[in-house]
């Protein structure tokens, strides 16, 4: 068993911000990420809203922690980030990417791509539109951008249908 002395000698991964900017155009959402790694003991929401560029006064602005994973080493800590203030460069959420771990008990994926992030994102926000008051407040100020996200069947994030056996 670790004591607490062994568990301060024990390295801990360092933890890396990535923010999925989205955005719609045409009625498709589309997204572009930005990251950062945490550092000088800053709380990793301060450094997502800094990396969206949002702020209190951001008409419709939300912030919300969807996912993690492992990556090179590092814990990387995925927000949805919405609206992106100065959407170029962006590409289109493909809503049905997806991955999942190999085995039951190894639930995290050897790769994960960055679609299925961004695909992930949004199914969590489509459900927290209709279970989170704040998630449906922010909502009503952004029609244009939450109608393609409203669209999604509002699910657990990452819910995959049963395959009858």
């Known amino acids: 068993m670790a004591t ?3 568990l301060r000698n024990v390295s801990s991964p360092g933890v890396v911000v990535e923010a999925l900017l989205l955005s719609v155009q045409d009625g498709g959402l589309r997204f572009r990420q930005r990251r950062a790694a945490v550092a000088g003991g800053a709380h990793p ?12 006064c951001t008409d419709g602005g939300l912030l919300h922690s969807t996912s993690w994973r492992v990556e090179d080493g590092a814990v990387v800590l995925t927000y949805a ?14 809503l049905d990417a997806a991955t999942s771990g190999p085995h039951p008990l190894a639930p995290s994926p ?3 791509d960055l679609d299925a992030v961004a695909a992930h994102a949004c199914r ?3 459900m927290l539109a209709d279970t989170d008051g704040n998630v449906a407040a922010a909502a009503l100020l952004l029609p244009q ?4 996200l409203r669209k999604l069947v509002p699910v657990p994030a990452g819910a995959l249908a049963a395959v009858p056996v």
């Open 45 to 56: 929401d301060d450094v997502a809203r800094q990396l969206a560029g949002l702020s209190p």
């Open 81 to 94: 980030a919405l609206p992106d203030l100065d959407p170029q460069h962006t590409r289109p959420v493909h």
């Open 145 to 148: 951008l939450w109608e393609p």
């Open 4 to 6: 607490a002395d062994t």
């Open 110 to 112: 050897t790769t994960v």
């Open 124 to 126: 969590h926000l489509a």
